[in-house]
């Protein structure tokens, strides 16, 4: 990830450490960072903060030559971890928690285009909030896109999740404030409100999200963004915030991504936190943004820069959590997949298209994944990436390709068995 974003950076610090640190020099190897930020989908805004404080720290510096390029790799650890230091934090299971205090639900809102993956983002977050014992019901406002409240139906009932739904072209706020009544009456800990994705160019359709809002007035909203969009993602961030004043974003597919300028320009742009990223197609591939990994992620090694860590907000439900159950699914031995039937890692590398483990500590993470795959209920994957129409996999063909190739690779995982 973020290979575009580590190369301007380094080369940065590389350059600026075989020059004398005047004026006029400093100034040159800065537009060289300045294009080379630009191409990696960096905000304006966030460049000239970046050039501006690297500026400050080195003219006048008496640094040694040899130290030059350690020196400007943390000055641009401790520029870049303050953009993120400014917006704070938003901690999601503390709000909820206030919020059931009051023995009222926490709403939350999703924003964004079409082709995102909002639909699949509140998903995962029904899943984690499920998965820390909250209590959640789903809202089907998105009444304008074909297909949209079948897809969500189907998450919902993979997940075993209350959907409150209308038809096609029923008012969204309308079916939003359904949702609230139902959690009211049923004493649900939050709702999940999914809206059609808008063109952020588009008055009237920004304008049908803010009725939402006003109907609704939700505890929360959130931006979802394709990191893989580039500056057209920051630039849809910086408009629905104008009309929304979204609380957090969640960005997807970042792990595909080679750039990196998608996070820090929306912090930047909308003074918001980056809440989650999503990793992966599955419903446990979205984890919390931490500043300390995207900056490992970005610098390597941080030495002694500056910087605070972000800590990673945890779940704290109010209720007791339950015993985890001692099951076959429970590895109590040095083999990765103890326990797991091998008809069940072949179906799951199969469904997921999972390549041979390199060592064991990929074994063990993939053992893990086989297990929590079994305890959901054995879920078929996603054929889709968070696209723009989130197709599911078709039944029939499952049941054909499982029947064509019962016993193709009975052996795959063979040597990591002790």
């Known amino acids: 990830m973020f290979d575009k974003l580590r190369s301007a950076f380094s080369n940065a610090a590389k350059s600026l450490g075989e020059k004398e640190l005047n004026e006029k020099d400093i100034e040159g190897i800065l537009f060289e960072l300045e294009i080379s930020l630009l191409e990696s989908d960096v905000a304006t805004e966030v460049i000239d903060s970046i050039k501006t404080d690297l500026k400050e720290k080195l003219i006048g510096s008496k640094v040694g030559k040899n130290e030059i390029e350690k020196f400007v790799k943390d000055s641009l650890i401790s520029s870049i971890s303050t953009l993120f230091d400014v917006v704070g934090e938003y901690n999601l299971f503390k709000k909820i928690n206030e919020k059931k205090k009051q023995e009222q639900p926490f709403l939350i809102l999703f924003v964004g285009i079409n082709g995102t993956g909002k639909t699949t983002s509140l998903a995962k977050v029904a899943y984690m909030l499920k998965e820390a014992k909250y209590s959640v019901v789903v809202a089907a406002s998105d009444t304008f896109r074909a297909g949209a409240i079948e897809q969500l139906r189907e998450h919902t009932n993979r997940l075993n999740l209350k959907l409150v739904a209308q038809n096609y072209n029923s008012d969204p706020a309308a079916v939003a404030r359904d949702a609230v009544l139902y959690a009211k009456s049923h004493k649900t800990d939050v709702v999940l409100i999914d809206t059609a994705g808008r063109m952020q160019t588009s008055e009237n359709l920004m304008q049908q999200i803010a009725k939402i809002t006003k109907v609704v007035n939700p505890d929360m909203k959130i931006f979802v963004g394709d990191s893989l969009a580039g500056n057209d993602t920051v630039n849809q961030a910086r408009e629905f915030h104008a009309h929304v004043k979204f609380d957090a974003s969640i960005l997807t597919k970042s792990d595909a991504d080679a750039r990196g300028g998608a996070a820090l320009s929306i912090v930047k742009v909308t003074s918001t936190p980056v809440l989650y990223v999503g990793v992966g197609q599955e419903y446990i591939d979205l984890k919390p943004f ?129």
């Open 290 to 418: 931490d500043k300390k990994t995207f900056l490992e992620t970005v610098f390597g090694s941080l030495g002694n820069a500056n910087i605070m860590k972000t800590s990673e907000p945890t779940p704290e439900p109010e209720p007791t959590p339950e015993p985890e159950p001692t099951s076959e699914l429970q590895s109590t031995s040095d083999d990765p997949f103890d326990g797991i039937k091998d008809e069940d890692i072949i179906t799951y590398s199969e469904l997921f298209d999972i390549p041979l483990p390199e060592n064991d500590v990929d074994a063990i993470n993939l053992g893990n994944k086989i297990r929590q795959w079994i305890r959901n209920g054995k879920l078929k994957p996603r054929v889709a990436n968070d696209d723009q129409h989130d197709d599911v996999v078709d039944e029939e063909k499952m049941q054909k390709h499982d029947k064509e190739e019962p016993k193709k690779k009975k052996r795959r995982f063979g040597f990591f068995r002790r």
